[in-house]
């Protein structure tokens, strides 16, 4: 997926709580901290999140949008 974003963490997605349309995903990043994300729950569907995937974090504006590298 290209993106326009330059800001990038390297994380774990930690948790995964999925909704009809929305999913609250949660990653474990190297800095001693954690990170948030939600996104539309056809998005985790598309990226196949499965809880301990390593993932990057593209930190855009407010929105936190995980790719796999």
Not at 1 to 11: E, L, T, V, Y
Not at 24 to 46: C, G
Request: proline content about 4%.
């Amino acid at each position: 997926m290209k993106h326009g974003a330059r800001n990038q963490i390297s994380a774990k997605v930690t948790s995964i709580k999925r909704g009809d349309v929305m999913s609250l995903i949660k990653f474990s990043i190297t800095v001693p901290a954690e990170m948030a994300s939600v996104i539309t729950t056809e998005s985790v569907d598309a990226l196949d999140l499965k809880v301990g995937d390593e993932v990057q974090l593209i930190v855009k504006a407010i929105h936190v949008l995980p790719v796999k590298p």
